[in-house]
């Protein structure tokens, strides 16, 4: 047979978001691939993971215990799930940071330390753009170290910037060394943005994310449907712990370390039309409705350590943030009682263990417990790997994915396993323009390759 008409062989290591979006790809060229995937674990989807829940003690089946969801750029991500008929659900975020007065601010309710650090967030702002402008040069400088530069205060750093950026990266206690780049493009680049920065609040009250469906579920039919077109799977085949999570349903664990209830102290004056609705709104008797629960009830949280205040643990209410505890109920109906909830609470870095709260979870109430190896998007990381990966992309037939490649998102995970398989030869399928320049822009930073729309690199 002629050289060219012989099929490429190719090994994908690891089933995870980036392998399989990889395998995806190829798959849709079967007279050009044998594509063959190698999964160490007993499962695909790598950090996307569910679990089996006892419904009538949680009011649902099952919980995304790994990935819960994503923002409106996740176009690759909510592509590849709608080919499954698993759509994400829309939900309005609730935010609660720190603990007690003093520490606490959210995004549904006015509070005191926003009011107070509102001077420094409109700073912020202008520093974002400084930072746009010279991002070749200050873009892989700390963000600890651009923070301090501008002489921003130890509250503002601890207590706002530090903590949201680490809820949303997942970059926990390595937060203060992310590179200062990814600040300004989570709040600045449309491909990467999760919310729009507001220059009186930080944070927007309630945006819109999404929460991923049942991933157990897709990532299965996902392998199905590869397996059929001649992808092969093996799984398990093998070819430092930074953080540990316990999903429980102690609610007195959770109220202890987070702030999970509307308190009159908490809240700031309501001193426009727009405060009071958010006040109205934070108040009023808790409710279901499809994008959430009316009323405080936040999905996301942090607290930091009293003796280190630059040190944080996270939490999730599963509950509160996955739509399929509220699916079941009708519009109106009241949420679960607490003691019903789903919680999760990480414990970031294992050599600062003696700061964890991890002691105080109610053992009968630890529905499981997972350690992840999560990547903590150092400056060093943007300074040595990424750019460097261009250079050795498609040398030694061998090509790089994952969400290390970039930013710690399944989007980014997806869109790297497709660069991956158009740089073999595969045809990337343009469904969106937006997807398409993300595309792009990620081709030309981590392969040096640019995509052309109508042909070939
Ligand atoms: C607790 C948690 C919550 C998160 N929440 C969100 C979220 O809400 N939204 C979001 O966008 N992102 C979230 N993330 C990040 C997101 O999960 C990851 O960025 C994304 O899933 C990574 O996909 P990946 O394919 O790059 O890597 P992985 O999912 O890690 O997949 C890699 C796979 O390769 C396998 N593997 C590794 N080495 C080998 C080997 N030698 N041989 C064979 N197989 C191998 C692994 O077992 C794994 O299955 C979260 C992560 C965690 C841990």
Redesign the pocket.
């Known amino acids: 047979m002629p050289p060219e008409q012989r099929k490429k062989k190719v090994a994908v ?9 990889c395998a995806a790809t190829l798959a849709k060229h079967p007279d050009k691939f044998d594509v063959i995937v ?4 007993e ?6 993971t569910s679990i089996d829940l006892d419904p009538s003690r949680y009011g649902a089946s099952w919980l995304n ?6 923002s409106a750029i ?1 176009r690759y ?1 909510f592509n590849f799930f709608r080919q499954y008929r698993h759509e994400p659900q829309e939900v309005k975020l609730q935010v609660s940071f720190g603990k007690g007065k003093g520490g606490f601010w959210t995004n549904v309710f006015p509070s005191p330390l926003v009011d107070n650090h509102s001077a420094e967030i409109k700073k912020l702002g202008k520093v974002l753009k400084w930072i746009k402008y010279t991002l070749f040069v200050t873009g892989v400088m700390p963000v600890k170290v651009i923070l301090r530069l501008f002489r921003f205060s130890f509250d503002f750093r601890n207590k706002m910037v530090l903590p949201l950026l680490a809820l949303f990266l ?1 970059t926990g206690n390595q937060t203060p060394n992310v590179p200062s780049a990814l600040l300004e493009r989570l709040f600045d680049d449309p491909n990467m943005r999760l919310w729009d920065y507001d220059p009186d609040t930080l944070l927007p009250n309630l945006p819109s994310m999404y929460t ?1 469906p049942n991933l157990g579920n897709f990532y299965r039919d996902w392998t199905d449907d590869l397996c059929s077109k001649g992808v092969k799977i093996k799984i ?4 430092e712990i930074v ?1 540990r ?1 316990v999903t429980h349903s102690d609610s007195k664990h959770f109220h202890n370390i987070f702030e999970n209830r509307f308190r009159e102290d908490l809240c700031a004056k309501a001193t426009s039309k727009e405060r009071k609705d958010q006040i109205l709104f934070a108040t009023s008797e808790p409710q279901r409705r499809k994008d959430g629960w009316i009323g405080f009830q936040p999905m996301y949280y942090t607290h930091s350590y009293a003796t280190h205040p630059d040190k944080i643990e996270m939490g999730f209410d599963c509950t509160n943030y996955q739509y399929q505890f509220r699916e079941n109920l009708e519009d109106g109906s009241s949420p679960p009682e607490r003691d019903r909830h789903m919680f ?1 609470t ?1 414990f970031l870095n294992d050599v600062e263990k003696d700061l964890w709260t991890i002691d105080s979870i109610d053992e009968d109430k630890v529905i499981c417990r ?1 350690w ?3 990547w903590g998007h150092r400056w060093q990381h943007y300074l040595r790997v990424v750019p460097g990966l261009m250079f050795i992309n498609g040398k030694n037939h061998t090509l790089f ?5 970039l ?7 997806c869109v ?2 497709i660069a991956a398989a158009y740089r073999l030869g595969a045809t990337y399928e343009a469904f969106d323009e937006f997807a398409e320049e993300f595309f792009a822009k990620y081709l030309l930073l981590t392969h040096g390759v640019r995509y052309k729309p109508s042909g070939r690199e």
């Open positions: 290591i690891g089933a995870g978001a980036a392998g399989m979006s190698f999964e160490t674990a499962h695909v989807g790598g950090q996307a215990d790994g990935v819960q969801g994503g996740f991500t997942g991923f398990p085949c093998e070819v953080e999570d999760q990480i997972k992840w190896c999560q994915g994952g969400s290390w490649t930013v710690n998102m399944h989007e980014v995970a790297s396993g």
